[in-house]
């Protein structure tokens, strides 16, 4: 463990965390710190990328009703209603819609409202070419001094992972998935 420099002695809000890999939690980890940062009094942002459609995240009913908690949701709904299979293409809607949600994040980490902004699945936007690095890494760059940020989402750019003060990997060892077990509500959605 190295220690960093560019943090050293630090204290209060501002740090950038990172959780990735493939493992399952890296957004149930993230709410967790959001439900905790509006439970000391303060207020958190989650913006989800690529995350669209209202059927697919359990979560999101309750957030709504959490005092100091906001999220905006973006992307188009990839799941078919009548096959129940994921769509992973990439269309001009899907870049549209993520440079919505980072223009959506950049506000709320200037704004002086929250003290958390959580851009979920932000690793996985850029890496699938939704989102240019450099405009990501702009908007990291342009944040409040005093605001946390937390990104999500497999595959980070070693820029991303380099930028973080804090990175966490998510490893998966096995998934019931593999084993024929469907998504459940509740649990998994």
């Known amino acids: 463990m190295r220690v960093d420099e560019r943090i ?5 809000y501002g740090l950038i965390q990172l959780i990735h890999g493939h493992g399952k939690g890296k957004t149930t980890a993230a709410l967790g710190q959001a439900i905790r940062c509006v439970g000391a009094g303060k ?8 995350k669209g459609g209202t ?5 999101r009913s309750v957030l709504a009703k959490i005092p100091g908690l906001s999220y905006e949701a973006t992307g188009r709904d990839r799941i078919d209603p009548q096959t129940r299979r994921f769509d992973f293409s990439i269309t001009d809607e899907d870049r549209k819609e993520a440079a919505r949600g980072l223009q ?6 200037r704004s002086g409202e929250y003290q958390l902004v959580v851009l979920d699945e932000i690793n996985s936007t850029v890496a699938l070419g939704m989102l240019d690095e450099k405009g990501v890494l702009h908007v990291l760059d342009d944040k409040r001094d005093d605001v946390e940020v937390i990104l999500t989402g497999r ?3 070693a820029a991303l992972l380099e930028r973080a003060h804090l990175v966490t ?3 998966l060892e096995r998934h019931y998935f593999y084993s024929g077990v469907q998504a459940r509500e509740g649990l998994d959605y």
């Open 104 to 109: 959506i994040a950049a506000d709320a980490m």
């Open 155 to 157: 595959n980070p750019s």
């Open 55 to 59: 059927t697919h995240y359990s979560e």
């Open 8 to 12: 050293k002695g630090r204290q209060g």
């Open 169 to 171: 990997e998510m490893r």
């Open 43 to 50: 207020r958190a942002m989650i913006v989800y990328f690529d």
